[in-house]
């Protein structure tokens, strides 16, 4: 009989940090995330969704051994056609009874305060981390991806979620060939003395977070779900990022000083992290600083890629790709760089990735289930 403990006590949430970890411990390709990166996504003053919203951890247990977890929770400001809750955090054995068990406990506590759907497994939080089941690639995660077995997928369709939209990552090794397109463009604007490409410094981190609000609030702001980020927040984030900012892989493209492009990228935190099993301690840091210094680090993860409205299609960015990609090639170790995840209902974006020689290597899946089961459903509208 399998029994129910919210997630309240010290000792619960080590269990609640500790159940995948045990689970995984074969699997070659899981990587552990940093147990302060889980532990604060549930913690009221760290995350800022608990203002608008409700959250609850579970774990589930088979004569007092745990079988399964997960986080419930409403996000007020995740405004859907239907009241819709999110599940995540779901780790379970392989047994679609304790699934299924696990899944009637968050749709019970859901339709008890007023939601007719759910969704997951997703984050308390936003979108770029936490978000999606792998359904294929499963190989090494990025830092802050969801990374769970093949067989999670059986369990959420069995149960009878549907695909609501699926996340596609797409990647491309440092040292392929670069289509010719790039190469053409850069010989044109090379030529044009009003353009100019630098990379990102530690020491300017001021005026890169300035040009990046600029080029991104132009570029992204009226496209799809973008929204306008601000100086002040971007230039708090770029100084959070500074440790691990790599000098040669981020760049901007400037017409007469004016930021028109930019390419941004860090260091796969993750190849670091994976030797530090979630912990972050005193000691871990320090060893982190070893492993940061001695310890090659060959993926570096796409961020942000934006060109403002009056410069697209003009092949500014493959000026700006070539130019990059030849400088890091000869001063990092980097043979892999990986997109984070675009919708497949963002078919710009998609078009994007594709024009910059990528190929998907993982998808992952957002799922929806209704309560419902006579509601029709509809996949995530396009942009």
Known sequence: MITVEEVLDTHQKKEFLDFP?????????????LDKDIENIFNPEKNKFYKDGKCARFLFKNDSKTVGKVA???NNLYEQSQPTGGIGFFDCINDQETANFIFDYCKNWLQEKGIEAMDG????????????????????PLYGMNYNFPYYKDLFENYGFKVYFEQLCFSRPIFAEVSRVFTVMHAKHSKN????????????????AKDFTEIYNKAWASHGEGKCMEEAKVLKMFKMMKPIINEHISWFVYENEKPVA?????PDTNQWFKYLNGKFGIWEKLKFIWIKRFKKNEKMIGLVFGVVPEWQKKGLEGYMIWEGTQ???KHTDFKVTEMQWIGDFNPKMIKIAENLDTTVTRKLATYRYFFDRNK?????PML
Not at 262 to 266: D, G, P, T
């Open 21 to 33: 970890a045990r689970l995984y411990q074969y699997d070659k390709n899981y990587i552990r995330p």
């Open 72 to 74: 419930v929770f409403i």
């Open 121 to 140: 497994p997703i984050n308390f939080g936003e979108r770029d981390k936490f978000w999606g089941l792998v359904i294929e690639g499963f190989i090494e």
């Open 193 to 208: 003395p009003e353009i100019s490409a630098k990379p990102m410094t530690k020491d300017k981190l001021e005026k890169f």
């Open 262 to 266: 930019m390419w941004m990228n860090l």
């Open 327 to 329: 400088h890091l090639r």
């Open 376 to 380: 029709e459903f509809e996949r995530h």
